[in-house]
Each structure stands twice: as structure tokens, then as C-alpha cells.
């Protein structure tokens, strides 16, 4: 299967080059998301098993008060593939979104996910 491909190292500094905050650890694609809070933490974790789930393709989380690590590793491989990376753009897009400065949503008032 072509989504078995392991990435090399050469295909992962490419890929780190292209997902800044992403980093590669024990053979997982992982990063770190800090939020405003408890409440924002539990809505991340939320919205990261959504699209996980919406792409049949599911990371480890580890959640904490104001924080929440996504490592990703296509378990059946132990080790990172495209669908991992596919994944974690996904997921940076959807999370660190806000309206854009002067659009008619003002976004959220204080420190958002970062």
C-alpha cells in the first residue's frame, strides 16, 4: 500500500520544513498546541478526534490543562507516512484558524491555541 511508505529522513526535513511547531521524536510527528484554558484544551481534543475520525486515520493525545501533544506514527508501520503528514496539516489549519484581521468575525478576544 503507498500509504505504508515510511518517510526517510530526507522526505521528513522536507516535511518539517513545511509544518512549523511539527517535530520529529521517537519515530512520531508530534506537536505541541497550548491554549487559553481547560475549557479551549477539551474543545481542541474534540476537534482533533473529529478530523482524525473524518479521515479514518487516529493519533496518540496527550492532554494536559492548557495543552494538548498530537503524535502522530501510522501504527501498522511504526513509523511516519504521508498520511500522518496529510493529517497534521490538516489539523494546524483547522486549529490555529481566526478571522482575519478587519473581517466581520472579530475572533476570540484574548490568546488563542498556539
Keep these: 500500500m ?3 511508505h515510511v518517510l526517510t529522513d530526507e522526505e521528513l526535513k522536507a516535511v518539517l520544513a513545511e ?3 511539527w517535530e520529529i521524536r521517537d519515530s512520531w510527528l508530534r506537536r505541541t498546541f497550548n491554549t487559553p484554558g481547560f475549557s479551549h484544551t477539551m474543545l481542541l481534543a474534540q476537534t482533533i478526534g473529529y478530523l482524525a475520525e473524518a479521515a ?3 493519533p496518540d493525545l496527550k492532554i494536559g490543562y492548557a495543552q ?3 503524535l502522530l506514527q501510522t501504527h ?3 513509523g511516519i507516512t504521508w498520511s500522518d503528514v496529510e493529517l497534521a496539516r490538516k489539523i494546524t489549519e483547522v486549529v490555529l484558524w481566526k478571522p482575519p484581521e478587519g473581517a466581520a ?3 476570540f478576544p484574548k ?3 498556539h
Design 76 to 78: 501498522r508501520v511504526k
Design 68 to 70: 494538548v501533544t498530537v
Design 105 to 107: 468575525l472579530s475572533g
Design 56 to 58: 479514518y486515520h487516529h
Design 19 to 21: 509544518l512549523p511547531g
Design 111 to 113: 490568546k488563542w491555541v
Design 2 to 4: 503507498a500509504e505504508d
